[in-house]
């Protein structure tokens, strides 16, 4: 049977993606790669994706995916049996919406434009108060987030979404996990639940 190729790194939003294959029963293979290091990998990985950034995806017919949150819906079209996402007609749908579009659009680009500022050409000054800034957006980012949710034990309440996967992936991320203990207890709670599923716990140990 024709797989899903998933192109992905430790330590990345390729996780995410991975769980969410995993959790949908689909088959897929993983390409592990050190996508920032030149060399053939990286190039494949620029061919088929632009920006060079993982998660990218390969579907069985060949189409590309290069967007963490569409892959998830995709994967949800693909495999509704997963719950990766609320129905349509539930009423935690719109509210699952924007946040996962305030996961990729709003808190994710603070990694990519704070993890290395000086490629975009910025000096060690300039460099340094970019990277403080983004990671104090992303501060107050998860700061709001935490003060609109009640996890019960999940993020949307009883039943667990994609939301859970990406917030068990990102809470690992700066500012790390102290912080989040301190300032955002109910996304770690949220977290943890989701880590507690023994095919998520793999995933998440072997990629952080
Ligand atoms: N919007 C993308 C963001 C993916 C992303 O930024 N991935 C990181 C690795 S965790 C990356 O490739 N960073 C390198 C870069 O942006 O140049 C998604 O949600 O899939």
Redesign the pocket.
């Known amino acids: 049977m024709a797989e899903y190729e998933l192109i992905a790194?430790k330590?990345?939003?390729?996780a995410v993606?991975e769980m969410a294959l995993a959790l949908a029963g689909l088959p897929h293979r993983i390409t592990l790669i050190p996508?920032?290091e030149p060399g053939p990998q990286r190039d494949r990985l620029l061919a088929l994706n632009p920006?060079?950034?993982?998660?990218t995806l390969v579907l069985p017919d060949g189409t590309v995916m290069?967007?963490?949150?569409a892959?998830v819906l995709h994967i949800d079209d693909v495999a509704p049996q997963a719950r990766l996402a609320p129905r349509p007609d539930d009423s935690n749908r719109a509210a699952f919406l924007n946040l996962l579009v305030v996961?990729?659009?709003a808190l994710?680009?603070t990694?990519?434009f704070g993890?290395?500022p000086k490629?975009f050409g910025l000096d060690e000054n300039a460099a340094s108060v970019l990277r403080a800034q983004t990671d104090a957006r992303r501060m107050r980012l998860w700061q709001h987030l935490e003060s609109r949710i009640s996890p019960d034990p999940y993020v949307l309440g009883r039943e667990r979404s994609a939301i859970d996967l990406y917030v068990a992936v990102m809470t690992h991320w700066r500012p790390g996990s102290a912080w989040f203990a301190e300032h955002c207890p109910k996304l770690l709670a949220a977290a943890e639940a989701t880590a507690a599923d023994p095919r998520i716990g793999e995933i998440l140990s072997r990629n952080m």
Request: hydrophobic letters at 30%; glycine letters at 14%.
């Open positions: 790194s330590g990345c939003g390729s993606i996508y920032l920006l060079g950034q993982v998660p290069t967007e963490s949150a892959m996961l990729v659009g994710y680009p990694f990519t993890d290395d490629q």
